[in-house]
């Protein structure tokens, strides 16, 4: 996919995120809708939402793909990583990222935004596919944006 038909896709992904998140709801119908508009556009592998507990672990949330990890760790996998440096992490091959948790032999590359409520980080988007090298800054510029919107 060129990088302009990415930015398109994600320009439309912003306009129908606005139109469908519902400030009034809890996160969980909020997410749930994301990775639906998510894989409307891109048809990842698995795309969805883990979120920090009570126990202070990552635990799974809504999604859309094969059953994953119900609960990660901080520090650990792609996604505790993500939470713990409080910053998205692209890797283009998954087999290459130490601790990578692979809740599918099938996922290839990944990448992981953390969400934040002011300061702290509160969950984290998840999105694998079976490609290598499949995400990028402009998947990262949008899928930052995108979560920037959504009620915490
Ligand atoms: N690969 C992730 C675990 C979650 S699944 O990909 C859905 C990780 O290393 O944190």
Redesign the pocket.
């Known amino acids: 996919m060129t990088k302009q038909a990415k930015q398109e896709l994600y320009e439309q992904l912003l306009i129908e995120a606005d139109a469908v998140i519902d400030s009034n709801i809890s996160w969980i119908g909020n997410t749930a809708n994301l990775c639906a508009l998510i894989q409307s556009h891109f048809q990842h592998w ?1 795309c ?1 939402f883990y979120f920090v507990n009570t126990n202070n672990q990552l635990e799974l949330g809504p999604f859309v793909g094969p059953v ?2 119900t609960l ?1 760790s901080h520090g650990k ?4 990583t993500a939470w713990k440096e409080q910053k998205t992490i692209i890797v283009p091959d ?1 087999h290459q990222f130490e601790g ?5 032999a099938a ?1 290839n590359s ?1 990448i ?1 935004v953390p969400i934040f409520k002011g300061e702290t980080t509160v969950a984290v988007l ?1 999105i ?1 596919s079976v490609e290598f090298n499949t995400f990028d800054e402009t998947d990262q510029y949008y899928l930052e944006r995108l979560v920037k919107r959504l009620p915490f």
């Open positions: 698995w969805g994953a990890c990660i996998g792609v996604c505790g998954v990578h948790i692979a809740c599918s996922s990944e992981v998840d694998d």
